[in-house]
């Protein structure tokens, strides 16, 4: 959506992130109400200050009765009480739930009529990369942003019918008062909200803002070993196929390399050998070709030899190659090594 012409609503935009997101909403011509519990705080010239707080029911109306044209909300309001989920006070965790989930919710529940009053609007739930992955220094948070993901899928789906797109922002640390006594590498949130706004003005619905994000939901295929390795006990036996072949046509002997190579990508798989067969050390081989291919485990094999790419792939080799080929799991055999 265009935004530009567009009236947002920023949630906890007196400092830190919201502050740069209000900001650049108005420098990219909306019209901006910036929400803070304390209104005097936002001290951001060109843009309506308006006080919100979003763990107090009567605050949400009172603001959302103010307003009236909102097209573009902001639910960027946070709490960092840094408690355990163990030992950590429960009116700590009890904040952080009331903040990041249940106050995302009431909030967007307010404005809900406000956005669907527009022929397209939009829900920005700024997350975290704590969404997917907990650190029990404060867990708390973790957990409240897990479950804002979850609330924020939810409510994509629920909105889609009015024309609001929902989009969730998953970024790491930022160098915001929140992290301001953490020693770790930090974004800078003017940064991280021209990301934000670009995803939104797209409409994508999961913008992922920096490089801490990407390699976390990259690595939640991979199982809770790969997000908490101390727990990852489970021992995964790489699984290889090998196929013997000939080419009887080669115009369709290429057009399926292409589309069977694709789907061995897409299914996680990478090729070890593959070409012309070599001089046999013992008896003889048949084919005049050969290629092995590692994945990581067979049950990955088998999802790719059922896939429709690869089935596709097979209807266009079909009576045009000869193709035999074996699933094995195991070890590689010495001398399939993978290449550099």
């Given at each position: 959506?265009?935004?530009?012409?567009?009236?947002?609503?920023?949630?906890?935009?007196?400092?830190?992130?919201?502050?740069?997101?209000?900001?650049?909403?108005?420098?990219?011509?909306?019209?901006v109400y910036a929400?803070?519990?304390?209104?005097?705080?936002?001290?951001?010239?060109?843009?309506?200050?308006?006080?919100?707080?979003?763990?107090?029911?009567?605050?949400?109306?009172?603001?959302?009765?103010?307003?009236?044209?909102?097209?573009?909300?902001?639910?960027?309001?946070?709490?960092?009480?840094?408690?355990?989920?163990?030992?950590?006070?429960?009116?700590?965790?009890?904040?952080?739930?009331?903040?990041?989930?249940?106050?995302?919710?009431?909030?967007?529940?307010a404005f809900a009529?406000?956005?669907?009053?527009?022929?397209?609007?939009?829900?920005?739930?700024?997350?975290?990369?704590?969404?997917?992955?907990?650190?029990?220094?404060?867990?708390?948070?973790?957990?409240?942003?897990?479950?804002?993901?979850?609330?924020?899928?939810?409510?994509?789906?629920?909105?889609?019918?009015?024309?609001?797109?929902?989009?969730?922002?998953?970024?790491?640390?930022?160098?915001?008062?929140?992290?301001?006594?953490?020693?770790?590498?930090?974004?800078?949130?003017?940064?991280?909200?021209?990301?934000?706004?670009?995803?939104?003005?797209?409409?994508?619905?999961?913008?992922?803002?920096?490089?801490?994000?990407?390699?976390?939901?990259?690595?939640?295929?991979?199982?809770?070993?790969?997000?908490?390795?101390?727990?990852?006990?489970?021992?995964?036996?790489?699984?290889?196929?090998?196929?013997?072949?000939?080419?009887?046509?080669?115009?369709?002997?290429?057009?399926?390399?292409?589309?069977?190579?694709?789907?061995?990508?897409?299914?996680?798989?990478?090729?070890?050998?593959?070409?012309?067969?070599?001089?046999?050390?013992?008896?003889?081989?048949?084919s005049s070709g050969?290629?092995?291919?590692?994945?990581?485990?067979?049950?990955?094999?088998?999802?790719?030899?059922?896939?429709?790419?690869?089935?596709?792939?097979?209807?266009?080799?079909?009576?045009?190659?000869?193709?035999?080929?074996?699933?094995?799991?195991?070890?590689?055999?010495?001398?399939?090594?993978?290449?550099?």
């Amino acid at each position: 959506m265009q935004i530009e012409g567009q009236t947002a609503l920023v949630t906890g935009a007196n400092r830190g992130l919201g502050r740069h997101l209000a900001k650049q909403l108005r420098d990219r011509g909306a019209t901006v109400y910036a929400a803070a519990r304390n209104p005097a705080a936002v001290g951001l010239d060109g843009v309506k200050p308006i006080a919100l707080d979003v763990t107090d029911p009567a605050s949400i109306a009172a603001a959302a009765e103010a307003t009236g044209d909102v097209s573009i909300l902001i639910n960027n309001a946070g709490s960092a009480t840094y408690a355990s989920l163990l030992t950590g006070d429960l009116a700590d965790i009890r904040l952080e739930i009331d903040t990041h989930y249940l106050g995302t919710l009431a909030v967007t529940r307010a404005f809900a009529p406000q956005l669907g009053s527009h022929d397209s609007s939009a829900v920005l739930n700024i997350l975290s990369v704590a969404s997917w992955v907990n650190f029990t220094d404060f867990g708390a948070y973790c957990a409240a942003k897990s479950a804002s993901w979850s609330m924020t899928s939810g409510l994509r789906q629920e909105l889609a019918p009015q024309g609001t797109r929902v989009s969730a922002l998953h970024v790491g640390y930022m160098d915001t008062d929140m992290t301001a006594g953490l020693d770790a590498p930090k974004a800078d949130p003017a940064d991280i909200a021209r990301i934000a706004l670009d995803g939104v003005a797209s409409g994508a619905p999961e913008i992922i803002a920096d490089e801490t994000s990407k390699t976390v939901l990259a690595s939640l295929s991979g199982g809770i070993g790969a997000l908490h390795p101390q727990f990852g006990t489970e021992k995964v036996t790489p699984a290889y196929v090998i196929v013997n072949f000939d080419v009887l046509d080669e115009e369709a002997g290429l057009a399926y390399a292409a589309v069977a190579q694709q789907s061995i990508l897409d299914h996680g798989g990478h090729y070890l050998v593959g070409g012309p067969t070599p001089e046999p050390v013992e008896g003889t081989w048949d084919s005049s070709g050969f290629v092995v291919i590692e994945f990581p485990d067979m049950d990955r094999i088998r999802e790719w030899y059922d896939s429709a790419e690869y089935r596709r792939a097979r209807e266009i080799r079909k009576d045009k190659a000869r193709v035999a080929m074996l699933f094995v799991e195991g070890a590689p055999p010495e001398g399939f090594s993978r290449p550099a």
